[in-house]
């Protein structure tokens, strides 16, 4: 069985691009949620193992998703995706508990060895 991946973008396009690059992988994604709001309903229920995140999202963004994801769920598995590739955005993703920082754009075997990286630690 694969392991199971839960995409929390705003964008849909961004979204399908992570899902196709993650097709005929060890990845399953089992679950798309578009807001944070709707990936702290969904992750009890799905219960990933593994968790992309944009930061940028209406509504609650990536790291104020993390941090609630990780207050009740301080095992979840969170790789932060983001155009803001910047010293203090990926050190506040990194002191709330995000796994790793993944910087947009990316390639598939960026996305690949990253989620590997995290799943085996």
């Known amino acids: ?7 929390v973008d705003d964008s849909r396009a961004q979204a399908f691009q ?7 992988t060890d990845y399953e994604v089992a679950a798309c949620c578009q807001t944070g709001e709707e990936a702290l309903a969904e992750y009890s229920v799905i ?12 509504g609650m963004d ?4 993390a941090q609630a ?13 983001s155009s803001l590739d910047y010293e203090d955005t990926r050190k506040e993703a990194s002191d709330i508990g995000a796994k ?11 996305l690949i060895s990253t989620l590997d990286r995290v799943m085996n630690e």
């Open 62 to 65: 990536g790291l104020e998703t």
């Open 1 to 7: 069985m694969g392991k199971r991946i839960m995409i």
């Open 100 to 110: 790793a920082f993944l910087n947009k754009p990316f390639t598939r075997d960026d």
């Open 69 to 81: 994801i990780l207050e009740g769920h301080p095992e979840a598995k969170i790789v932060m995706i």
């Open 47 to 58: 219960q990933p193992d593994l968790i992309t995140m944009d930061i940028i999202m209406p």
């Open 18 to 24: 992570v899902k196709g690059l993650l097709e005929d």
